[in-house]
């Protein structure tokens, strides 16, 4: 016959083993819950950035298909800043883009639709760079022919206002 007074050594180690299996879903779903945040992370840059390089082209087809030389103005009203004033800001990070970026497609006419689920569309300047005389003539640099630099800086946003992405490019217009 069998004892009645039992030791409970089998409840003791069935209570250690789910203790152990506990902590190992626990630990499983804190991991996936982290690899989900990662992801997410990785597409809001990558929205951004794809934004950022979307300002970049749109700036690069508006300026390159200008006719004529465009004029910097001091406030950027025409769409091309002077040297010098904004290129520190834009590296620093302390540029109004909300005040004084561009839209994207507000000049070119492209559609802005592609950009409705971001925090805000994508913004860009265009800065005077240098000039490079065609020859030595001195009419040359009164008739402002030859090469042209700008600088092309492009804000892009992701779906939060944390995600960010700051591009810059080099674009050079020749006037004959």
Do not use: C
């Amino acid at each position: 016959m069998r004892s009645r007074n039992q030791q409970g050594a089998v409840l003791v180690s069935v209570m250690i083993y789910m203790l152990v299996l506990s902590m190992m879903g626990v630990s499983s779903m804190s991991g996936t819950a982290m690899e989900e945040r990662m992801a997410s992370n990785q597409w809001e840059h990558s929205r951004a950035f794809q934004a950022a390089e979307s300002a970049l082209i749109d700036a690069g087809q508006w300026f390159l298909f200008q006719p004529d030389l465009t004029e910097p103005s001091a406030n950027g009203s025409s769409g091309v800043w002077p040297r010098g004033a904004v290129s520190s800001a834009v590296a620093h990070g302390t540029f109004d883009w909300l005040s004084n970026g561009l839209v994207y497609g507000s000049k070119s006419g492209n559609s802005t639709s592609l950009f409705g689920d971001l925090y805000s569309p994508p913004r860009y300047v265009i800065e005077e760079a240098g000039f490079e005389p065609s020859d030595n003539d001195p009419d040359t640099l009164a008739k402002r022919t030859g090469v042209f630099y700008y600088s092309v800086s492009a804000l892009g946003s992701g779906r939060s206002e944390g995600s960010r992405s700051v591009l810059q490019t080099t674009l050079e217009k020749h006037n004959n």
